[in-house]
Structures are given as C-alpha cells and as structure tokens.
C-alpha cells in the first residue's frame, strides 16, 4: 500500500493533499508500533514542506555507505547498517540518514544512456514515505527522478540536518 510513490507524478494538488491526509493517519496509527526517530522522522513537519531547507524533495545523493557491524566474541554476531548522506536542495545544509538492522534493501538504478549524458545519476530526489513492513520493520521507499527506487527495511531511521555556513 502506497501513498505517493507509486502515484508519482501527482498532478492534481488536491488529491495529493488528500494522500497526504490519508498518510499522516495511517502513520499515527503506527504510532506504537515504529521506533520512535522513525516515526518523527515520517511525521516531522518539514518532512513534506517545500518551503524548508531541510525538505528532501530535490536533495541530491552525496554518498551512501553499507556496513556490517559485528558483536560477540568471534564478531559472529552481524548487523547492517546503511547511511545516506544527502545534499539540500537549497545548498546551504545536508541530510544524513542512517538505517538501522537493515533487515533487507534494493537499491536500483534505471540504464539511461540521456542521463548520463548530462551528468546526472540519481537525480532528484522526488518523494518518500515511511510504512510498516509485513515484518513489522520500518520500510522507508525513495523515489528520485532518474527513475531510482529505493526500499529500505529496518528497524529504525536516524536523521541529522547539518546546516552549512554561507
């Protein structure tokens, strides 16, 4: 069940607002059940906000990192761990997203040879949501304009705005 990803693009304004309506109910009946940075993350009232530097519609992908962190005694005992670091879309701060027990993740890129052309790979990042996965993780999909769509299951997302200096 999605909300704005799989709807994109949405050219009706008032539909859109009604998704966003639905969406925001839809999460507030998660409220017990995701982890708590996940569910302000999802609701956070810039999230969606156009008009906030710290909105990721049109961030850019500064760099993604995948690491399996060990525990015990041999390190036996692994975890994953994805952090996304984004560029705002005004340019004057970054996002970084970190994805906690990452239970599952498919990160895809389209083959566009026109995008290559004028140097551009991701592109902009143009909608997400939160929802509960069928696990009862968080699940975090991404959709940027190159046609790249994320999905990433977890038990948690961490998020940090960093306001760079002019």
């Not at 997203?97 to 004028?118: E, F, M, N, W």
């Not at 940027?144 to 994320?150: A, E, L, N, Y």
Request: charged content about 30%.
């Amino acid at each position: 069940m999605g909300f704005f990803v799989d709807r994109w693009p949405i050219n009706d304004y008032a539909d859109l607002e009604r998704q966003y309506g639905c969406y925001r109910e839809y999460l507030e009946g998660l409220r017990e059940r995701l982890a708590s940075s996940a569910f302000e993350f999802a609701l956070a009232g810039w999230h969606y906000d156009h008009h906030d530097h710290r909105c990721l519609h049109d961030s850019w992908v500064e760099e993604i990192k995948i690491r399996e962190n060990s525990e015990g005694e041999r390190g036996h005992i692994r975890r994953l761990e994805i952090s996304l670091l984004l560029f705002g879309a005004s340019h004057d701060g970054t996002t970084e997203l970190t994805y906690v027990d990452v239970q599952s993740y498919s990160i895809g890129l389209p083959s566009s040879a026109s995008l290559r052309k004028i140097h551009v790979v991701h592109a902009d990042w143009l909608v997400d949501e939160v929802r509960l996965s069928d696990h009862g993780f968080v699940l975090h999909e991404i959709l940027f304009s190159s046609g790249s769509r994320w999905l990433i299951e977890c038990r948690d997302i961490r998020h940090k705005w960093t306001e760079h200096n002019k």
